[in-house]
């Protein structure tokens, strides 16, 4: 069975930094696409950020330049430094993997990690 956990999750003060890290367990393919994902009290869920499995990487406006996503293929984990980080930013933060077949995608979601920041 494949899970993903997130960590890194935390109170910080606005300028402030956090890194999350996502791991893979239980699967035996690496993922075509890996991403974060936040999804704030009554608002949608909205991409923060992807990455494929060859290193291209897309971030919506609103945290291009603060934050980063990097994979590590060998152990399985997606990280995503986050910089300078805004009271807006506040949501729980859940990674996702995408994998793909001739036939069909499939996603995998982790439990989410809340961050929070304080102005």
């Known amino acids: 069975q494949v899970q993903l956990v997130e960590s890194g999750g935390g109170l910080v003060q606005a300028g402030g930094s956090l890194r999350l890290s996502c791991a893979a367990s239980?699967?035996?393919?690496?993922?075509?696409?890996m991403g974060w994902y936040r999804q704030a009290p009554g608002k949608q869920r909205e991409l923060v950020a992807t990455?494929?499995?060859?290193?291209?990487?897309n971030y919506p406006d609103s945290v291009k330049g603060r934050f980063t996503i990097s994979r590590d293929n060998a152990k399985n984990t997606v990280y995503l430094q986050m910089n300078s980080l805004k009271p807006e930013d506040t949501a729980v933060y859940y990674c996702?993997?995408?994998?793909?077949?001739?036939?069909?995608?499939?996603?995998?979601w982790g439990q989410g990690t809340q961050v929070t920041v304080s102005s």
């Open positions: 996702k993997g995408e994998r793909t077949t001739w036939s069909a995608r499939y996603d995998y």
């Open positions: 239980g699967n035996s393919f690496n993922f075509n696409v």
């Open positions: 990455i494929t499995s060859g290193g291209s990487t």
